[in-house]
């Protein structure tokens, strides 16, 4: 998928609304998942999940992010230091109000079977409702599925469609 610009936000200070940011694995579970997601990617990338830069609350800088704990919530980005922050320009983020309806939306963990699948067998990705989101389905929820296909989107589809 072909990008306008790109704009990497070196200065959490400078984040805005609708930023992505892609994450690096710290745990086991999430090198494996690094690994199967590479699996037939053009370019290999060291991302695991994904988040949407939410706002400032005083000088705490909050995400909305769909995790398999707890589902669409916001949480502050202050406690992750691995982490690269994207400004995608020519393409519209939903309206942060709009964004907010999909708040306690639970986390599609069908999905991560699916793309698991995918890999593997090369079983093709079903078309995701939006009733459950895995994190980088819910940033490409945000920009209307403009980034990668509808069902497609993983960690690092997205950072190969954006970086």
């Known amino acids: 998928m072909c990008y306008n ?13 609708g930023d992505i ?11 494996v998942q690094v690994k199967v997601d590479n699996i037939k990617q053009p370019i290999k990338r060291n991302f695991s999940h994904g ?3 939410w706002v400032f609350e005083g ?5 909305i992010e769909s995790v398999s704990g707890c589902g669409v919530h916001i949480s502050r ?30 986390y599609d963990f069908s999905k991560i079977v699916s793309v698991m699948l995918n890999k593997a067998f090369d079983i ?3 078309v995701d409702s939006d009733s459950e989101v895995i994190c980088t389905e ?18 690092v589809t997205l ?5």
């Open 77 to 106: 980005l202050n406690m992750w230091r691995n982490f690269i922050i994207i400004r995608p320009e020519g393409y519209n983020v939903m309206p942060k109000e709009e964004m907010a309806k999909y708040l306690n939306r639970r």
């Open 124 to 126: 093709p990705l079903t």
């Open 138 to 155: 819910l940033i490409n929820l945000a920009y209307n599925y403009k980034l990668t296909p509808k069902g497609m989107c993983t960690p």
């Open 5 to 17: 610009k790109t704009m990497i936000i070196k200065d959490i200070n400078q984040a805005q609304y």
């Open 59 to 63: 000088t705490t800088p909050l995400m």
């Open 21 to 31: 940011i892609l994450f690096e694995p710290t745990r086991l579970l999430s090198h």
């Open 51 to 53: 988040s949407l830069f």
């Open 159 to 163: 950072a190969n469609a954006i970086l």
